[in-house]
């Protein structure tokens, strides 16, 4: 069953796909995207590649993988691949020095506060003087727009007022299992398994986003690539949007699909159904003049928050940030 607002979601993907028409007769064009071997990232990689939805767009993508983060953004920086996903703030700050990177959105699933489903926890309102565990760090971008909410609407200081266990996000999930953390805040594929191990939602990070101004769930992730890389090979580009809109669109309609991907995404069963409809969620399904005006938005709150430690000398979202090459 695909819900209203996946219905919606698969309507942008469609128009996205009706921007230039699909090139399976062009000439192929090898784009290289690096990408983690375990990450969420692959699985929509993997779809793309096995239904070979880059071949019918008339590249040929080439799947890099990394052992961290950290390498797949030098690789890029460097021109050693062509792409990567990030986030927006980390496309602004390179902007901000210099870098031409610029993003198109790839999804809006982010992290949520997590708590056992007989916690007296119900609202921000109760985590207030408890025990919180932290995936990201104390600059986390779902973190930061969650201690905004508390400070703005219930002058809950979060750091503070609570002890803060920041930590890797398997051994945070494992902590709240055993009792040993009042809530946590985790990524959102994090969550999803806490969801079928007997979890509930106390609040994620897209309705503090929501709450804090933004019109509707912003595109915190999207593959980044060098404005110039755009430029001097402007149909991979869209090839590679068009691409990923086909790989989208099955994983939004076909359970079978993800059914095949299970070995991948290491879930059977509830766990895998939950992924399936979290993972839909986050399919992006507005235009993206509406992500950049929100993400510019909330920008402005997590630079007052996180400071220059995160956002550097820029207090405002560099012009940019979001490709061009879709808003025209």
Same mark, same amino acid.
């Given at each position: ?5 996946? =219905? ?10 009706? /921007? ?6 062009? =000439? ?8 983690l071997?375990f990450?969420? #990232? ?9 239904h ?30 062509? #792409? ?6 980390? #496309? ?14 790839y ?5 949520? #506060? ?9 609202t ?24 905004? +909410? ?8 979060l ?13 945070? $999930?494992?902590?709240?299992?055993? !009792? ?16 079928a191990? !007997? ?8 309705? =503090?986003? %929501? ?9 915190t ?21 068009m ?14 699909? &993800?059914?095949r ?12 159904? %939950? +992924?399936r ?11 993206? $003049?509406?992500d ?5 938005? /909330? ?23 979001? &490709?061009? !090459?879709?808003?025209?």
């Open positions: 069953m695909i819900s209203r607002r996946n =219905a919606i979601c698969l309507a942008a993907v469609g128009a996205l796909s009706a /921007l230039v028409p699909h090139a399976a007769d062009a =000439a192929v064009a090898k784009v290289r995207v690096g990408a071997k990450g969420t #990232v692959s699985w929509e990689l993997d779809a793309l590649k096995h070979r939805f880059d071949a019918a767009n008339g590249i040929d993508l080439e799947v890099v993988y990394f052992a961290g983060e950290d390498a797949t953004n030098v690789a890029m920086l460097a021109g050693e691949i062509d #792409v990567i996903v990030s986030d927006w703030l980390w #496309v602004s700050r390179q902007r901000s020095e210099g870098s031409d990177v610029t993003l198109v959105p999804s809006t699933a982010v992290g949520a #506060v997590m708590v056992q489903e007989g916690s007296p926890i119900r921000v309102a109760d985590l207030r003087q408890r025990k919180i565990g932290v995936a990201g760090g104390p600059l986390d971008k779902s973190w930061l727009l969650i201690q905004a +909410l508390a400070l703005r609407d219930y002058g809950i200081n750091p503070q007022d609570n002890e803060i266990a920041y930590g890797a996000p398997p051994l945070l $999930s494992e902590k709240a299992r055993q !009792g040993e953390l009042d809530a946590v805040l985790n990524f959102w594929h994090f969550c999803a398994r806490l969801e191990n !007997g979890f509930r939602r106390v609040i994620g990070a897209n309705d =503090a986003a %929501i709450a804090l101004g933004a019109s509707g769930p912003v595109s992730l999207g593959y980044v690539f060098h404005e110039q890389w755009a430029t001097e090979n402007p149909a991979a580009a869209m090839a590679l949007v691409a990923s809109a086909d790989a989208k669109r099955l994983l939004a309609q076909s359970d079978a699909e &993800w059914l991907l299970a070995p991948l995404v290491r879930a059977e069963g509830r766990e895998l159904d %939950i +992924l409809d979290r993972y839909r969620e986050g399919i992006p399904g507005r235009p993206v $003049s509406e950049q005006a929100d993400a510019a938005r /909330l920008y402005a709150v997590l630079a007052e928050l996180g400071g220059e430690k995160l956002v550097g000398q820029a207090m405002a979202m560099e012009p940019g940030t979001f &490709w061009s !090459g879709l808003m025209k």
